[in-house]
């Protein structure tokens, strides 16, 4: 079963409009992690979130963690092409017994 | 600099052949893992190794192989049992017990012809 859920699936934007990406977990989150990946390649990290209530931001992206620590978001202000990819959440082995439990990401595409 | 180098990027298998993909670091990390990627799927668990000579069969490891003699090596061997192999695989390591997360490789794009 999946224990992270991210919504949506894929989004369309164009060129300078914000966005969330969301990610649910069923459990209390230990940390949750956002990657980025772009087509054909490997995932690259942007964020760690730990405490309830956290953000955290890297040029144009924010990413948040609710108070009850089961909920994420990822906001990109003003997307750029370059923002385009799949991002995907994953959470603390600690959550989830030995290993990395990621979600099924998010794709997303910015039209210029 | 240090990293995970995945060889190769692409590679193209007949039907009934094994095929074995490299991965290495030099982060040294004690854990590492190999994950397969679908389209619209997320990233699903192979194998999994905390510590040389010793491995683990993720979610789904029937059709793989991997070995560890080496903390910096982690191959996996795709064999003739796996009915669906292709896919996108990707190498990670990690630190096991700290914040610091997953390092990834750049992946492997197999191919059956």
């Known amino acids: 079963s999946q224990e992270l859920e991210q919504s949506p699936q894929s989004l369309i934007v164009q060129e300078g409009k914000n966005l969330t990406i969301n990610c649910t977990s069923s459990?209390?989150?230990?940390?949750l992690y956002w990657y980025k990946q772009k087509y054909g390649e490997g995932l690259i990290f942007l964020m760690m979130?730990?405490?309830?209530?956290e953000e955290k931001s890297h040029e144009k992206i924010t990413a948040k963690l609710d108070e009850k620590k089961q909920q994420s978001s990822l906001h990109i202000t003003a997307s750029q092409p370059s923002h385009a990819g799949i991002y995907l959440c994953?959470?603390?082995?600690?959550?989830?017994?030995?290993?990395?439990?990621f979600g099924p990401g998010t794709r997303l595409s910015v039209l210029p | 600099d240090g990293g995970i180098t995945q060889s190769p990027k692409y590679l193209f298998r007949k039907e009934g052949q094994n095929v074995t993909l490299s991965c290495e670091q030099n982060?040294?990390?004690?854990?590492m893992y190999w994950y397969r990627q679908d389209p619209g799927q997320g990233l699903r668990l192979i194998y999994y190794?905390?510590?040389?000579?010793?491995?683990q069969k993720g979610d789904i490891a029937e059709g793989y192989s991997v070995s560890r003699e080496k903390k910096e090596s982690f191959p996996l061997t795709v064999t003739s049992a796996q009915k669906n192999p292709t896919a996108f695989y990707l190498c990670?390591?990690?630190?096991?017990?700290?914040?610091?997360?997953?390092?990834f490789g750049s992946g492997t794009r197999l191919t059956v012809v």
């Open positions: 990670a390591s990690s630190i096991p017990g700290t914040n610091y997360g997953y390092t």
């Open positions: 459990k209390t989150l230990y940390g």
């Open positions: 979130l730990q405490k309830g209530g």
């Open positions: 994953g959470a603390d082995p600690r959550n989830y017994g030995q290993n990395f439990v």
């Open positions: 982060l040294n990390h004690d854990a």
């Open positions: 190794s905390q510590i040389v000579n010793d491995f």
